[in-house]
């Protein structure tokens, strides 16, 4: 339905649904602006699976061709995916990161610290992998990462992690309370955010909803580093891994997402400028998943205040262990089945 042009690569023309990308790119918006996280995996669904461009790679495997640094047509479409999902991560990221800055939720110097290691890694990740990754193969370590991620959801719904008590969790349920007060009294526009924000050359200190917070700038950095070569690696933006980074560490997850976001950002731009000087060709039709993008994210950050801690972990570790499962046997195994 209202078909487009995607690419042609080896004589060979695949086209798209336009409303189909459109309608998933709302989605990813959402899910990414929500949570910080799984908005490129969920990119990385559609592109492979909603518009069936993982099995045109496929079926272009062995094709010679001579674009940029590629030879074979089908590890070059593969990596267009990669790059496909990265454009609509960076967009979604920014747009993401804006709304986040104007709800009064945005730790910037946490998300630069995070953002200049994941620049580093996602260049190791593109020089060393680029032209490298079968679609097979892609899809299979793109499962096994999402799983992992599912596994680590799951694990933050179990009585031992309920049980501890920690400043994110008090000032959690603390942001929590107050919404519901001035939403009863109609006056969520002063909803109170971080405050008394301090950056010096060893942290960052902040105050949210009566708890203090530290962040050091090696800690982000080292982990910021692992995760942008992962992230590059599977063609995301890295948030499914920040987010967990972040809460872990102790800050509340209303916040987390928006220091994700302006990682992720950080990564993506590296990704995107290493993808094209690999010989990379950027598909038009992306403006239609920006459009979408950009409605997506733009909801995400103004619904995610009511939704609990616990439904949030529950949701998105279900949804990361039914994609991982169904790449992993996909890739590693052949065994198609849907959205895989």
């Known amino acids: 339905m209202l078909d487009i042009k995607w690419l042609e690569v080896a004589g060979q023309t695949y086209h798209i649904s336009a409303l189909v990308y459109f309608l998933w790119s709302i989605w990813v918006g959402w ?13 990385g669904v559609g ?10 790679a496929g079926s272009l495997k062995g094709t010679h061709i001579k674009i940029g640094h590629y030879n074979d047509a089908g590890k070059f479409v593969t990596d267009n995916i990669r790059f496909s999902n990265n454009l609509l991560t960076l967009v979604n ?53 999402t799983i992992l991620v599912s596994l680590y959801m799951f694990y933050q719904l179990t ?20 919404v519901q007060e001035l939403k009863a009294q109609g006056r969520l526009h002063e909803l109170e955010g971080v405050e008394n924000l301090k950056l010096t050359s060893k942290a960052a200190e902040f105050d949210f909803f009566n708890e203090h917070f530290e962040v050091k700038h090696y800690v982000p950095f080292g982990f910021g580093l692992l995760v942008g ?22 800050l509340p997850m209303f916040i987390a997402p928006g220091i ?11 990704a995107v400028a290493g993808w094209f000087m690999q010989g990379q060709i950027f598909p038009i039709a992306v403006v239609v998943g920006w459009f979408g ?8 950050p103004r619904t ?12 998105f570790g279900v949804l990361a262990f039914y994609v991982g499962l169904r790449y992993i046997l996909a890739g590693f195994w052949g065994i198609k089945l849907p959205p895989a």
């Not at 009585?159 to 107050?178: C, I, T, W």
């Open 293 to 300: 993008i950009l409605i997506g994210s733009y909801i995400g």
């Open 229 to 250: 070569f992962i992230a590059t690696l599977i063609g995301v933006g890295g948030g499914f891994l920040l987010v967990p980074f972040l809460t872990a560490i102790g």
């Open 304 to 315: 995610q205040k009511y939704l609990p801690m616990g439904f949030m972990y529950g949701l």
């Open 260 to 270: 994700s976001a302006l990682a992720v950002i950080l990564n993506q731009i590296s």
């Open 31 to 43: 899910i990414f602006s929500s949570v910080g996280a799984f908005g490129g995996i969920m990119a």
């Open 93 to 145: 990221s920014t747009s993401s990161t804006i709304n986040w800055y104007t709800q009064k939720r945005l730790v910037w110097p946490a998300g630069i610290a995070l953002g200049v290691g994941a620049i580093l890694g996602a260049q190791v990740a593109i020089w060393t992998t680029g032209g490298a990754l079968g679609i097979k193969v892609y899809k299979g370590i793109f499962g096994i990462c």
């Open 47 to 56: 592109h492979l699976s909603i518009l069936g461009i993982g099995k045109w």
């Open 159 to 178: 009585p031992h992690v309920k049980s501890q008590k920690s400043a994110g969790k008090a000032a959690a349920e603390r942001f929590k309370k107050r």
